[in-house]
């Protein structure tokens, strides 16, 4: 989702460029660019780039300045890793805000909400079901992409939808009547999504998913 810079005081809007900031400098410094010299993975990464592009700009307005779309961040997670997801997600966002479907001053927010807090959380979840779930094909597709999927966009909505009612942006009759009670509708979508690509990608071109190894979750399972 993303929101108009023109919800917010100038101040929360430098607010929001710190942690933007702080990951993006961090996403520069920890890529792998070692990676992007072989010209295979320079196409999974510009690909992922323009897949997020037309993804987002099929969206719908749930309230003035503040948009819905599907997020694909999960899967471009688990594809590119951290800091390339997230500097993937960067350029993304920038083309759709000069394509024109967003305001300049929208953008450290909606990189916030859009991009680096679900790529942050994806990877969180990706280290913990390393940490304590089993090691299986399954698994990595069920908990890291499919509920992943549908957990951070709700997360993600009651944050924002938290935000914006602490900041008397929009009344709680307007945001429960015109989005809060789409949101478990929305999270469905989200899950398949990211759930189905990863289960695609997973069997047919393992060597897009950065995060997964044919030698950890499939040989002597």
Do not use: C
Not at 109 to 122: C, H, M, Y
């Amino acid at each position: 989702m993303e929101l108009s810079g023109s919800l917010f005081h100038p101040a929360w809007l430098v607010l929001f460029a710190t942690p933007v900031a702080v990951a993006l400098f961090y996403a520069l410094r920890w890529a792998d660019w070692t990676r992007l010299r072989d010209e295979r993975q320079q196409h999974v990464w510009l690909g992922v780039i323009v897949f997020l592009f037309f993804l987002w700009n099929m969206r719908v307005e749930i309230q003035p300045g503040f948009f819905w779309h599907l997020s694909g961040m999960v899967i471009a997670t688990l594809m590119l890793r951290w800091s390339l997801a997230v500097l993937a997600g960067t350029i993304a966002l920038l083309a759709v805000t000069l394509s024109g479907l967003n305001d300049w001053s929208g953008l450290t927010p909606s990189l916030f909400f859009a991009v680096v807090l679900p790529a942050t959380l994806t990877q969180v979840i990706l280290g913990i079901t390393r940490a304590y779930a089993p090691k299986h094909f399954f698994v990595y597709v069920l908990v890291n992409a499919f509920l992943a999927g549908g957990l951070i966009f709700l997360f993600v909505s009651l944050l924002v939808v938290g935000g914006l009612l602490l900041l008397e942006v929009f009344p709680w009759h307007e945001l429960k009547q015109n989005f809060l009670h789409l949101v478990p509708m929305m999270a469905f979508p989200e899950s398949m999504l990211n759930g189905w690509l990863a289960a695609i990608i997973v069997a047919y071109k393992p060597h897009w998913i950065g995060s997964f190894s044919d030698e950890e979750y499939l040989h002597g399972k």
